[in-house]
Each structure stands twice: as C-alpha cells, then as structure tokens.
C-alpha cells in the first residue's frame, strides 16, 4: 500500500492545481462544467440606504450656515453611494463566482492527489461504519482505534435574500477525511426529489453519513446545492457540529415495533450522542421522521408487515452513552407518547433494549413497546489498517 500524501504534498498538489486551473479557465473562459451555487449571505443595499438617511436626518439640525456646504457634500456622497450601490449589486454573483473557482481549485487539488484508476472525485465511499462490529472485546486488532469524530448534527438555511419562502432545495452536501478520501454523504437530492424548506422548517433533512467521520486531519464540507428556478436567491447556511474526543461509531440497525401500533399517526426517532448534547434539544440528531414519508388516504403512516422502521439516517457517532428518544403523534399531530433508552457504548458487537411508550394523556401503563439494536465499531484510521487476520482472532 502507498503512503497517504503529507502535507507539503498536498499543498505543492494544490499549487501545481491552481496552476492547472488559471491556465484552463483563460482557455475555457468563463464556462464550467460544475454546476455548483454556493449560498452565502450579502447586506441588502436597502438596509444601508435606511441607515444612511436616518443619519442624513440626524444631520439636519446643524447651523443654517453650513447648508450650501452640506448641500455639496451630500451630492458627493449620493454620487458615492450609487457607486457602492453598484459595486454591492455585483458584489453576490462575483462572491458566488469566486466560490466556484475556488472550488474547481479544491477539486483539482484534490484528483492531482488522489485519483486513481476508478477512484474519481465524486466516488462514494464504501468503508462500513462496522468495520470491527464482528470482533470480541479481547481480540481487537491494535489499529481499531477510539479516535476524534465530527458530528454533523443538522444544516439549517439561516436566512435568505431576494427570494421568498418555501425555498425548492436540490443537490449534494458531502464531507471528506483522511481514511479514504472519498465523498461521505450527508445529504443528497436531485432535482425531481427536491426538498421544500420553510420560514418553520429551515433544515435540511439528512441522511448520512454513511459511516463516522473522522478528524484526527482536516475535514473538508463540499456544499453544492441549488435551487429550482424562481429567481435569484442568496442565503446564508449554518451548521451545527459537534467534535468528540473517543469516541466510537454506532450504527442503528434496527428499530421495529413489538407490541401496539404507535406510529398509526407518525412520530419521530431521535438520538444524543454526547454528553455536551443532552441538554440542547436542537442537537438531537433526527433518524426517523414521518412527515418526509408518505401516508394513506385516510392519515395513517404505511408500516413494514414486519414492524421495522425505515430509518433515515442511521451512523453516529458516539461519546459516552447513546441515547434514542421515540415520540408518537396522534391524529391531529401532536405528541401523543413518548419514550426512551441508553446504550453504553462498545468498542464491538451489538446491542439491543426495549423502548416501552408511556401516552401523556393517561396515567396508565406502557402498551406499546419498540426494540432498537446498535450495532458498534471503533474507528479505522485508514484503510491499510483494515486487516484481514483480524478475522483469525476471533
């Protein structure tokens, strides 16, 4: 196996790319084959208009003697801010020009390192969030690691410019870390399967990563999304995300209905995978969601014949104690019952415990009862450290 690219490789990589990509683009001109709209957030020229009124009218109680020469100076200043009114009009599509090439850079920098036969910039990766999940306690191969993880605990659209909501998202967001080097979903739609966000739901619904991210190295967050056509838009997006130290990845194999029928109406699976996230709702991580399924005619959510869930979102990563919080709704929508359970984590193999779901409405016992399995992996560094005689250690 060859060594992984250090870093004065990797920044001569991505002079020699920059190079590549400046003598290309005066070839190409100003054509791309990406299609890339990275959203970002510029002031509105009519909140500096506002402001600059208000303090032409703080400014008008001065002496009458200077009103010729006031009269001048607010010519010259009307003359400058229709400059910066053009200069601010242009300022979003050349930032959004800017991201682009800067991103062609990232992505040349990245084939001039990396790619290699059928490994190609926009490769999946296929590494197993339960890599280790079949070795014992004692016969853990030494590269199995504990090692430091990102979090990505949700995306929102935090604000918008020239475009009114819903917004119609479409397009791809991925990371990338040291262990392949390859694109790990997080979240992806195509243009006939778009997501409507709204003013109350700015999220966007994730449904990766496929296995832990690890940042022990840089961890690069490639966002292409886009919008269908209504216009201009500029936003600006926010990420929540959270970095464990040690931690473990858990993967949510199962989460199946034993007794009753509590997601009649929908509900919601959530998780906290971290201390620091107990106490902050908005850092639960959503695996399940019935409003991004589809229901009957009559209001119901279709189930397995089995009973099993079709989890969104399955991989976390785990610092601590897992914990997986279920709510069901009633036929208006509301919380109708709840319930919750613990993992300690593992270092290997699975687990498995039963959710009893306690109705808030009546003080009466737990009917319905849902069993969740984990399954649990510690960390590859890199693939080389993936051994196959750790399968004659068992």
């Given at each position: 196996m060859s060594q992984e690219p250090t870093a004065r490789s990797y920044r001569r990589a991505s002079q020699h790319a920059h190079r590549l990509h400046q003598e290309e683009m005066s070839r190409l001109g100003s054509d791309h084959d990406l299609e890339l709209k990275s959203i970002s957030f510029e002031p509105t020229t009519e909140q500096k208009q506002d402001q600059e009124q208000e303090q032409q009218e703080e400014e008008g109680g001065d002496d009458d003697d200077d009103d010729e020469e006031e009269e001048e100076d607010e010519e010259d200043e009307d003359a400058d801010e229709?400059?910066?009114?053009?200069?601010?009009?242009?300022?979003p599509e050349s930032s959004m020009e800017k991201e682009k090439d800067d991103f062609a850079l990232h992505r040349k920098a990245w084939e001039f390192s990396f790619k290699r036969g059928r490994l190609t910039f926009g490769t999946i990766t296929s590494l197993s969030p339960m890599v280790y999940t079949h070795c014992t306690p004692s016969c853990l191969p030494g590269e199995a690691d504990l090692a430091r993880s990102l979090q990505m605990c949700s995306i929102k659209i935090a604000r918008i410019k020239h475009l009114q909501w819903p917004l119609h998202v479409y397009g791809t967001v991925a990371s990338r870390d040291c262990v392949d080097h390859k694109r790990n979903i997080l979240f992806f739609r195509p243009k006939s399967e778009s997501q409507t966000l709204t003013k109350k739901d700015p999220y966007l619904h994730?449904?990766?990563?496929?296995r832990g991210i690890l940042s022990v190295d840089p961890v690069h967050i490639e966002v292409q999304l886009m919008l269908k056509k209504q216009g201009q838009c500029w936003a600006k997006d926010r990420e929540l995300v959270t970095q464990l130290e040690r931690s473990r990845q858990a993967t949510v194999l199962a989460v199946r209905v034993m007794e009753g029928a509590p997601f009649k109406y929908g509900g919601q699976v959530l998780c906290c995978a971290s201390p620091y996230d107990e106490e902050d709702p908005?850092?639960?991580?959503?695996?399940?969601?019935?409003?991004y399924g589809t229901t009957n005619d009559d209001g119901t959510m279709p189930m397995d014949p089995d009973g099993y869930l079709d989890l969104s979102r399955?991989?976390?990563s785990v610092q601590g104690r897992l914990k997986i919080f279920i709510n069901t709704h009633s036929r208006s929508g509301s919380v109708l019952a709840s319930g919750r359970v613990s993992f300690r984590a593992k270092d290997c193999q699975t687990s498995s415990s039963t959710c009893f779901l306690h109705n808030r409405r009546k003080a009466s016992k737990a009917k319905d009862e849902v069993k969740i399995t984990v399954a649990w992996s510690r960390f590859a560094?890199?693939?080389?450290d993936i051994e196959i005689d750790c399968f004659t250690n068992l």
């Open positions: 229709d400059e910066e009114d053009e200069g601010e009009e242009l300022a994730l449904t990766g990563p496929r908005g850092r639960r991580i959503v695996l399940f969601d019935s409003k399955r991989v976390v560094r890199q693939l080389a």
